[in-house]
């Protein structure tokens, strides 16, 4: 069983990981650092024979010291050059981003595998050449020439070129509003069904989820633990929480999420014990298992792209841009995501005291507030009222969305009157707000289609 030392190990281990992924210089330093080693030994070999191989070829392979001077160097010359160009269309395009899409998106295209590895592929090779070219006569004989290194120096600027002509590609699609709007979906998706997959497997179903809001027996003593670092939560250990509480025979109720913000002395999680909790080093080791940031990111919080999305919607629906079609793109993706949340029958984990996760014997150790179907339609459907109520063609599409939702939304669930109450909501304010008298009997009509795809409460 894992001790207290284990839990903070590996939160420190799952922090780092989290870090370097997120980072734009870890996967290029990792290039330039193989390129060093690579030239280390490919010049080897060249040394214990391999160069005279590669001359025995003949041309362009028998090439001599200072033609592999002026080679080397231009090649050092060009990609360096090309560096400076791909980090300058980088920026270009970060500032693009951020004036058409929302800042919040511009850490998404530093994250950007294809723009990491274009620096690394260049700045890799800007380093092997440069220790290849080093080594050109620097031998006893005059005219060493490590012939096998400068092969490989040709290959691996050739593969430069290819290699960049695809990420001129990707940066142009990147760059596209509807692109990025479908790629900020794809994500949401993905981590939804993650979510209720990862749900179902800890929890079992519904019968564990509505233990996990019952009285917590007879562990009636509680210790509220603060982070003591103010920003928003990033990843939440629960299984080393759920190891922790089985080991001090807890129950801990989570009041934060990932991508909630937590002030260094709010509560984030409570502990319910049956005594008097004295180790301080217990609520030290469920402090570490949350893992603070400055800024809000997607790493464990597929729901920062929802609220992505969203932004694009507002900015594109703000007299400023005035871009409809964004708009509607934007609510497809939102609502289809929604839909999602039903289908694959989301809703909060409960980390649950025994063998399987999968008994109604077992003790709800960890009771978590991640997100749920009908809480996403309850958080989605308002703000979308707030920004598109006031554009015709944009409300018809949000109450277009609810009919979809509905068709997915199980008879008997809670989500049943969470929708039906926001779909109200919403063609009361739309009907309010139509400029025309002739928009309001199809604002009818929508909602009424929504009502009707809804199954009996």
Same mark, same amino acid.
């Given at each position: 069983?894992?001790?207290?030392?284990?839990?903070?190990?590996?939160?420190? !281990?799952?922090?780092?990981? *989290?870090?370097?992924?997120?980072?734009?210089?870890?996967?290029?330093? @990792?290039?330039?650092?193989?390129?060093?080693?690579?030239? !280390?030994?490919?010049?080897?070999?060249?040394?214990?024979?391999?160069?005279?191989?590669?001359?025995?070829?003949?041309?362009?392979?028998?090439?001599?010291?200072?033609?592999?001077?002026?080679?080397?160097?231009?090649?050092?010359?060009?990609?360096?050059?090309?560096?400076?160009?791909?980090?300058?269309?980088?920026?270009?395009?970060?500032?693009?981003?951020?004036?058409?899409?929302?800042?919040?998106l511009?850490?998404?295209?530093?994250?950007?595998?294809?723009?990491?590895?274009?620096?690394?592929?260049?700045?890799?090779?800007?380093?092997?050449?440069?220790?290849?070219?080093?080594?050109?006569?620097?031998?006893?004989?005059?005219?060493?020439?490590?012939? /096998?290194?400068?092969?490989?120096?040709l290959?691996?600027?050739?593969?430069?070129?290819?290699?960049?002509?695809?990420?001129f590609?990707?940066?142009?699609?990147?760059?596209?509003?509807?692109?990025?709007?479908?790629?900020?979906?794809?994500?949401?998706?993905?981590?939804?069904?993650?979510?209720?997959?990862?749900?179902?497997?800890?929890?079992?179903?519904t019968?564990?989820?509505?233990?996990?809001?019952?009285?917590?027996?007879?562990?009636?003593?509680?210790?509220?633990?603060?982070?003591?670092?103010?920003?928003?939560?990033?990843?939440?250990?629960?299984?080393?929480?759920?190891?922790?509480?089985? &080991? *001090?025979?807890?129950?801990?109720?989570?009041?934060?999420?990932?991508?909630?913000?937590?002030?260094?002395?709010?509560?984030?999680?409570?502990?319910?014990?049956g005594?008097?909790?004295?180790?301080?080093?217990?609520?030290?080791?469920?402090a570490?298992?949350?893992?603070?940031?400055?800024?809000?990111?997607?790493?464990?919080?597929?729901?920062?792209?929802?609220?992505? /999305?969203?932004?694009?919607?507002?900015?594109?629906?703000?007299?400023?841009?005035?871009?409809?079609?964004?708009?509607?793109? %934007?609510?497809?993706?939102?609502?289809?995501?929604?839909?999602?949340?039903?289908?694959?029958?989301?809703?909060?984990?409960?980390?649950?005291?025994?063998?399987?996760?999968?008994?109604a014997?077992?003790?709800?150790?960890v009771?978590? @507030?991640?997100?749920?179907?009908?809480?996403?339609?309850?958080?989605?459907?308002?703000n979308?009222?707030?920004?598109?109520?006031?554009?015709?063609?944009?409300?018809?599409?949000?109450?277009?969305? %609810?009919?979809?939702?509905?068709?997915?939304?199980?008879?008997?669930?809670?989500?049943?009157?969470?929708?039906?109450?926001?779909?109200?909501?919403?063609?009361?304010?739309?009907?309010?707000?139509? &400029?025309?008298?002739?928009?309001?009997?199809?604002?009818?009509?929508?909602?009424?289609?929504? &009502?009707?795809?809804?199954?009996?409460?």
């Amino acid at each position: 069983m894992a001790s207290q030392g284990d839990v903070q190990r590996s939160t420190w !281990i799952v922090r780092a990981v *989290h870090r370097l992924n997120v980072s734009f210089w870890f996967l290029p330093g @990792c290039l330039i650092t193989f390129g060093c080693v690579l030239a !280390i030994f490919s010049v080897w070999l060249d040394h214990a024979g391999a160069s005279d191989a590669v001359a025995s070829l003949g041309p362009p392979f028998s090439i001599g010291v200072e033609t592999a001077r002026q080679l080397l160097s231009t090649l050092a010359g060009a990609t360096v050059t090309v560096v400076s160009l791909v980090f300058s269309l980088t920026v270009v395009a970060l500032t693009v981003a951020a004036g058409n899409l929302g800042p919040r998106l511009v850490d998404r295209y530093m994250r950007n595998r294809v723009t990491q590895v274009t620096m690394g592929l260049f700045s890799g090779t800007f380093a092997f050449t440069i220790m290849v070219l080093s080594d050109v006569g620097s031998s006893a004989a005059a005219d060493s020439v490590p012939r /096998l290194s400068i092969t490989l120096a040709l290959v691996f600027a050739l593969s430069c070129v290819a290699w960049l002509t695809y990420a001129f590609h990707n940066l142009a699609r990147s760059l596209q509003i509807d692109q990025a709007s479908s790629e900020l979906a794809h994500s949401l998706d993905a981590g939804l069904s993650a979510m209720a997959k990862q749900a179902r497997a800890v929890c079992g179903g519904t019968m564990a989820a509505e233990r996990a809001h019952a009285p917590p027996d007879d562990r009636t003593v509680v210790t509220d633990v603060s982070t003591g670092t103010g920003g928003y939560v990033e990843l939440i250990q629960y299984l080393s929480l759920a190891d922790l509480a089985r &080991r *001090h025979d807890l129950r801990i109720e989570m009041l934060v999420a990932p991508g909630d913000y937590a002030g260094p002395r709010d509560v984030a999680l409570r502990l319910h014990a049956g005594g008097s909790i004295t180790e301080t080093a217990v609520v030290r080791a469920a402090a570490r298992c949350l893992v603070i940031n400055a800024t809000r990111t997607d790493t464990d919080d597929p729901l920062f792209n929802l609220h992505l /999305l969203m932004e694009v919607a507002a900015r594109a629906l703000s007299p400023g841009v005035n871009d409809i079609y964004t708009a509607l793109t %934007c609510i497809d993706h939102l609502t289809g995501s929604l839909r999602l949340a039903f289908d694959v029958g989301l809703e909060p984990m409960v980390f649950v005291d025994d063998e399987n996760g999968r008994t109604a014997t077992g003790i709800v150790r960890v009771q978590t @507030c991640s997100a749920s179907a009908e809480g996403l339609v309850a958080l989605v459907l308002p703000n979308l009222r707030r920004i598109a109520c006031d554009n015709t063609t944009a409300a018809l599409r949000v109450l277009d969305g %609810c009919a979809r939702i509905a068709r997915a939304v199980p008879s008997g669930h809670a989500g049943v009157v969470i929708l039906l109450r926001e779909i109200d909501a919403f063609v009361a304010q739309a009907t309010e707000l139509a &400029r025309s008298e002739a928009d309001r009997p199809a604002l009818a009509a929508a909602a009424q289609a929504a &009502r009707d795809a809804l199954p009996a409460k």
